[in-house]
Structure formats: structure tokens, C-alpha cells
């Protein structure tokens, strides 16, 4: 049995597909004498809905997931070296495509016959920043293989002048013109450390307003449907009354209509019995006069 094979099979599977597709593998290795197989197989754990959906488009979306695979390693080294430059181009670059390619992992899962709530939504988020902040997450999301959300707050760790201040005390006392290279060389540190800070927080504040205006055309597009629902509920109360007056109009006219076939059929009866009473005088009036 070709194991990776099965593998890519199964985590292309929708969550609720995976555990009986899995399962059925299994029995299978073990039919086959493979045990091997079947322990390497069993193993495989089911991949939470959102991780699931990252997967589905990183699958899906090859040049996109290369892209942002290539940005992960950018941030990461910007971090590193502390680049702030790099830093703040890679930053606002990436929650542009974290909301991006989340809002396309949902959309791939919804085609597929997967709705995605807000909630999970939010989850593909959080997986993606994990994939640029961690090699080992990215690696993972890479080959299609995520199994569970990072845990919330994953990502790159907010870098302050005051983290990298601290250094060994010397062992000797650096003469002045060496002391001014090093203070100089580290306010430039702390500069570049500053800057990088204000790349973090410039990215975090366009995140944040783009989160507000999202949340502000839901609120608009809220506020719409109430008014049609207030709308269709004054219509409909109006149909409401306008029945009930044609019912109690109706059930006048059938009051009156009644009213008059009981008059008709007692006329009816009166006329039968006064031409039943004719017909036997003429009758009698007949026999009288004989031959």
C-alpha cells in the first residue's frame, strides 16, 4: 500500500469523511498482513475544520501558498535581523494576505460542500499567521498535512528596544573612543529595534480598522434587513386586517343569504300545500259532475 498516497487522499477528505476513510485503510493493511502500514495509517489524527480548509488551499491555490510560504521566510528573517524596513513592508503585506487567502480557504470550502462560520473563519486566520511565524507549522501547512489551529496569540513576538538593552558586563572597562562606537552602534540598535516596533503597530492599527469596517458594513447590511423585516411585517399586518374584514363582510352576506333561502323554502312549502289543496278540490269537483 503506498502510504503517502493514502495520506494525501485522506486529508483532501472533508473532516467528517476522514475518521471511516481512515478506518477503512486500516482494515485493509491489516487484511493485507501489513501492520506496518496499519499502525502508520492509524495514527494519522483527523484535522480540525479550519486546519482542514488551510490545507484545502494550499492545495488548491499552489501559487498563492508558494507566495506566501516565500513572505513567512522574509518576516522571519526581518525579525531576526531585526530589518526594519523589511519588516515593515513584510508586515503590512501580511495581514493583507492572511484576511485574503482566509476569506479564499473559506470560499474553497464552501465549494466543496464545508460551511465555514465566523468562528472558523477566524481559526483559518490564526493558522495562517502560525505558518509565517513558525518553520515547523509552515512545513506542515506545506505539505497539506495541518492538523489542529495554533494556539491563539501564535505569531511574532512584539519586539521592544528594552528586549535586546540588556548585554554581559564587560570584562574590562573599554576606553572612551571604543565606549562612544559602542553606545553609538547601540542607539543604532535601539533605533533600528523602535522602528521595527513602529512597522508592528502601523500593521496592527490598518488590521484593526479594516476588522472595523468589516464589522461596520455587517452592522449597515443588519440594519437593512431589519427595515425589510419591519416592512414586510407592517404589509402583512395590513393583509391581516383587510382578511379579517372581507371574513366578517362575508359571514354578513352569508347570515342575509340564509335568512332568505329559509324565507324561499317556506314559500316553497306554502305553495306546494295551497296547489296540493287546489288539485284535490278539482279533484272532487270532478267527481261531483259525474260523467
Known amino acids: 500500500m503506498d502510504v503517502e498516497r493514502i495520506v494525501e487522499e485522506l486529508y483532501g477528505l472533508r473532516p467528517s469523511e476522514f475518521t471511516a476513510a481512515r478506518d477503512a485503510y486500516v482494515a485493509e493493511a ?31 491555490r499552489p501559487e498563492e501558498t508558494g507566495q506566501f510560504l516565500t513572505l513567512g521566510e522574509t518576516l522571519r528573517e526581518a525579525h531576526r535581523t531585526l530589518d526594519a524596513e523589511q519588516l515593515r513592508a513584510a508586515s503590512r503585506q501580511q495581514h493583507q494576505l492572511v484576511t485574503a487567502l482566509a476569506r479564499t480557504a473559506a470560499a474553497l ?7 465555514v462560520s465566523d468562528t472558523v473563519l477566524h481559526e483559518i486566520e490564526q493558522s495562517l499567521h502560525g505558518v509565517l511565524a513558525h518553520p515547523d507549522v509552515a512545513e506542515l501547512w506545506a505539505k ?6 495554533p ?3 501564535v505569531g511574532f513576538a512584539t519586539v521592544t528596544p528594552q528586549a535586546a538593552t540588556s548585554r554581559p558586563a564587560p570584562a574590562k572597562k573599554p576606553a572612551p573612543k571604543e565606549k562612544r562606537g559602542r553606545e553609538d552602534e547601540q542607539r543604532s540598535r535601539d533605533l533600528e529595534r523602535a522602528r521595527a516596533e513602529a512597522a508592528e503597530t502601523d500593521a496592527e492599527v ?14 449597515r447590511i443588519a440594519a437593512t434587513k431589519a427595515e425589510d423585516a419591519a416592512e414586510q411585517v407592517r404589509r402583512l399586518e395590513h393583509e391581516l386586517q383587510e382578511a379579517r374584514k372581507a371574513k366578517l363582510k362575508a359571514a354578513a352576506t352569508a347570515a342575509k343569504t340564509g335568512t332568505a333561502v329559509t324565507t324561499a ?3 316553497l312549502r306554502e305553495a306546494r300545500r295551497t296547489a296540493e289543496q287546489a288539485g284535490r278540490r278539482v279533484r272532487r269537483l270532478e267527481q261531483q259532475a259525474g260523467p
Do not use: C, F, M, Y
Request: hydrophobic share 40%; glycine share 4%.
Open 265 to 267: 323554502e317556506s314559500a
Open 206 to 219: 490598518d488590521r484593526r480598522e479594516r476588522e472595523l469596517g468589516e464589522v461596520q458594513r455587517a452592522q
Open 151 to 153: 494556539e491563539a496569540g
Open 144 to 149: 497539506r498535512r495541518l492538523v489542529k489551529v
Open 30 to 60: 491489516r487484511k493485507a498482513k501489513d501492520p506496518k502500514t496499519a499502525k502508520s495509517i492509524a495514527a494519522l489524527r483527523k484535522p480540525a475544520l479550519a486546519a482542514w480548509a488551510a490545507n484545502l488551499l494550499s492545495r488548491q
Open 109 to 115: 470550502a464552501r465549494e466543496a460542500g464545508q460551511p
